[in-house]
C-alpha cells in the first residue's frame, strides 16, 4: 500500500500510475484475510430470527450458546425493538423538540459523539443534520455560528443527564452542508464531515471542529481546508502520531482513503491546532492499492 | 429491516435494536457514553435520536 500526495489539497486530477486500470483495487489477497477474521456466524445470515445466532465455537464445554443479549421484543410503540431487560429514552426528534433558540430539532441526524458533561453527570453529544436541502427542519442560522447563509446543515449539540434524559439543545455550527459523519479527537472535540462538493454561497466538502464544552470555540467557524476539500464521510485522528484518516463517499470515480499528517510545527495536536492550520498545512495523501499482479508507482 | 448489529471480541455478531418505523430509515451515529451505561444512537428519518 502506498500513499500519493495531493499537492493541490484536492484529488481533482488524480495521479494514475501507468499500467493501474482503477486506482483502487483492494486485493482479493486482503479481502479473504479479512473474511477469514470473521469467525463464527459472519456468514452465515440465513435463518435469522429475532436475532443473529452464533456458535460460541472453542467456548470449551461444546454449547451453541447464542451471541448477544437474547431475542429482540417487539416494541409497542413501534419504534424500537431490544433485547428483555433494555429499554429506550428518545433525547431529540426532527421537527418535535425545540432548541434553547426556539427552533425545531433539525432532521436527518446523523454521525454523532458523546463526552462526559462537565461535573461527570451525563454526556454531551455532538450531531450531525446532514441536511443538503431538502429537508422539513434545517439547521437555523444562529447569529456568529454561520459558516455560509445559502446552505443548512451542521452540528446541535445535546446535554443529556446521568438517566440519559435530554437537558438542552442548541446549535453549535451553521450553515455548512450535508454533514453526514465524523469523528472525535483526543482532545475532547468532534469533526464533522461535509459530504460534499458543492459550491453555493461558498465552497463546500470540508471538514469543520466543533467544540462540545466551550460555544466560543464555535464561533465565526471556519472551515479546516489543510483535511482537503472532497465528499468527506469519516475521520479518525491517531492518538500517538496525531495522523488524520479521513475517508470520502464518492463514485466514479470511487471515492478515496486519505491521510493526513500534520507539520512538525503543529505537532503534538492539541486542542485549537486544527483552527490554527494554514490551509496548506501538513501533508495530505491518498491510499493507492493495486491486485498483487499490478506494479505498484 | 435495519438493525444495530453488535460483534462480541470473538467476530460473533447479534442483533441489538431494530428500526420498527415504517419509514425503515438506517441508524446512524451509535456510540457510547463515557460511563458505558447508554448506547446513544439514532434513525435519520424521520429524526430521532
Not at chain 1, 437474547?70 to 424500537?80: E, K, N, R, Y
Not at chain 1, 441526524?109 to 446532514?130: C, I, Q
Request: glycine share 12%.
Amino acid at each position: 500500500m502506498n500513499f500519493f500526495e495531493l499537492r493541490d489539497g484536492r484529488p481533482a486530477r488524480r495521479p494514475r500510475p501507468a499500467g493501474a486500470a482503477r486506482l483502487i483495487h483492494i486485493p482479493v489477497t486482503t479481502l479473504t484475510a479479512r473474511r477469514a477474521t470473521l469467525r463464527g456466524p459472519a456468514n452465515n445470515w440465513e435463518g435469522l430470527d429475532g436475532h443473529i445466532t452464533g456458535d460460541n465455537h472453542g467456548d470449551g464445554n461444546g454449547t451453541d450458546k447464542p451471541a448477544g443479549y437474547g431475542p429482540l421484543v417487539p416494541d409497542p410503540a413501534g419504534l424500537l425493538s431490544l433485547p428483555a431487560g433494555f429499554s429506550y429514552t428518545i433525547i431529540a426528534r426532527s421537527g418535535v423538540t425545540t432548541l434553547e433558540t426556539g427552533e425545531p430539532t433539525p432532521s436527518d441526524p446523523d454521525g454523532t459523539a458523546s463526552f462526559v458533561r462537565k461535573g461527570g453527570s451525563g454526556d454531551v453529544l455532538v450531531n450531525n443534520h446532514e441536511v443538503s436541502g431538502t429537508e422539513p427542519f434545517r439547521v437555523p442560522h444562529v447569529a456568529g455560528f454561520v459558516y455560509d447563509e445559502t446552505t443548512f446543515g451542521g452540528t446541535t449539540t445535546i446535554e443529556v443527564d446521568n438517566k440519559g434524559n435530554r437537558v438542552r439543545e442548541y446549535v453549535s455550527l451553521a450553515g455548512t452542508s450535508t454533514n453526514c459523519a465524523g469523528g472525535k479527537t483526543p482532545w475532547d472535540t468532534w469533526l464533522t464531515c461535509e459530504e460534499t462538493e458543492e459550491i453555493t454561497g461558498k465552497r463546500h466538502g470540508y471538514v469543520f471542529e466543533v467544540d462540545p464544552y466551550d460555544q466560543e470555540a464555535n464561533r465565526d467557524p471556519k472551515p479546516i481546508k489543510a483535511l482537503g476539500r472532497y465528499a468527506h464521510e469519516s475521520v479518525v485522528v491517531d492518538p500517538r502520531r496525531g495522523t488524520v484518516y479521513l475517508t470520502e463517499d464518492a463514485t466514479a470515480p470511487n471515492g478515496l482513503l486519505y491521510r493526513w499528517t500534520p507539520p512538525g510545527s503543529a505537532q503534538p495536536l492539541r486542542h485549537g491546532s486544527l483552527r490554527a492550520l494554514a490551509d496548506d498545512a501538513g501533508t495530505l495523501e491518498a491510499l493507492t492499492a493495486f491486485s498483487g499482479d499490478t506494479a505498484t508507482a | 429491516m435495519n438493525h444495530l448489529i453488535g460483534s462480541t471480541e470473538r467476530g460473533e455478531v447479534f442483533f441489538f435494536a431494530r428500526n420498527e418505523d415504517p419509514e425503515n430509515s438506517e441508524f446512524t451515529g451509535p456510540n457510547f457514553s463515557h460511563d458505558k451505561k447508554f448506547l446513544f444512537a439514532n434513525v435519520q428519518s424521520p429524526g430521532i435520536v
